[in-house]
């Protein structure tokens, strides 16, 4: 009986020193836990002061640093898709891709941006892309269409958007009469440009440009040996129209 209640005693004190040997590594984990958590948010490696940039040609890698409105946070607290987000409401950028891992290249951008197709001259000078989206213009690039308007009441934006059948229908002329660069754009009568034979013509807002060019070369050639046209109407070509300088004798 003896024998029997002593190892009932050491089976005892055996789960005792169990159960404090669990409680001591869990606390030491625990510790270790937030030891590792308090260094991760503490340590200055793990708040970003600068980025990786890839993609950028004309956008500047500080623009698209203060775009990203990430200096200063912790990687811990950045969303990618917020980042994203930003950084593709810059009218220049097209794409964005953001990527957050771990020091010292904690985030990572790579941006697509949008090619000019033309220059857009409305009290100030802008770039439009293929699909009208008008930008900041950050050089002087060789060779680009320029489009003028005129008389306009306000500056253009940072950010509007041109028609796409204007942009088209600009392109078209262009890709038509390479010699011609640059156009002009009325709100009310669309494209135009000034012929050397002395007078302006205008092309509507840009579609169905080519049947707009067969009908203008034909018109000309019927009527230029009696008149001096002062405009040319092409906006629609089913019936299009003209103003008159002189009748020639």
Known sequence: MRRSGEGVARRRRVSIWQVLNWRVVSALLVLGFGFVLYLFLSLEAFYVSSVAIGGEKFVTREEIFRYSDVARQHV??????????????????????????????????????????????????????????????????????????????????????????????????????????VLLYDSMKGLGYHDGRGWTVWFGTGEDMDTKLRVYNALVAEIVSQVQPGEIIMSDPDRPYYTVLWRNS
């Open 76 to 181: 811990f607290w950045i969303d990618p898709a917020e980042v994203t987000e930003r950084l593709e409401q810059v009218p220049n950028i097209a794409d964005a891709t953001v990527l957050v891992g771990w020091p010292p290249n904690a985030v990572q951008i790579i941006v697509v941006e949008r090619e000019p197709a033309l220059i857009w001259e409305q009290q100030i000078r802008v770039w439009v892309d293929v699909n009208g989206i008008v930008m900041m213009q950050r050089e002087d690039i060789e060779g680009l269409l320029r489009i003028v308007v005129p008389d306009a009441a306000e500056p253009i934006s940072v950010g509007q958007q041109i028609p796409q059948t204007v942009v088209e229908g600009a392109l078209a002329l262009r890709y038509r009469y390479p010699n011609i660069d």
